[in-house]
């Protein structure tokens, strides 16, 4: 059973870094796209940013220039580093991945951004 496994959320300062993860477990099949997605308290979940296995990446305007996705291929690990963090980057951070033609979803990874 194909299950996605997130790590690296947690408490960190405006202006700080964090890197999330997004592991592949029970497949042997590489992950073709990594997205990550996010849902601050009260609000909808939005996506934030797409990595294809062939290289392209896309961002939603607010973390353009400030986050950088990417895929280990040898880890089977999709990763978010995120730079000068802001306080409403405050949010649960959900990686997504499509593996032989299927998405699937981690649990969410909490992530708090303090002034």
């Known amino acids: 059973q194909v299950q996605l496994v997130e790590s690296g959320g947690g408490l960190v300062q405006a202006g700080g870094s964090l890197r999330l993860s997004c592991a592949a477990t029970?497949?042997?099949?590489?992950?073709?796209?990594v997205a990550w997605y996010r849902q601050a308290q009260g609000l909808q979940r939005e996506w934030i940013a797409t990595?294809?296995?062939?290289?392209?990446?896309n961002y939603e305007d607010s973390v353009k220039g400030r986050f950088t996705v990417s895929i280990d291929n040898a880890q089977n690990t999709g990763y978010l580093q995120m730079n000068n963090l802001k306080l409403e980057d405050t949010a649960v951070y959900y990686c997504?991945?499509?593996?032989?033609?299927?998405?699937?979803w981690g649990r969410g990874i909490q992530v708090t951004v303090s002034s």
């Open positions: 997504k991945a499509v593996i032989r033609g299927r998405d699937y």
């Open positions: 029970g497949t042997s099949f590489s992950m073709n796209i």
């Open positions: 990595r294809l296995i062939a290289g392209a990446s």
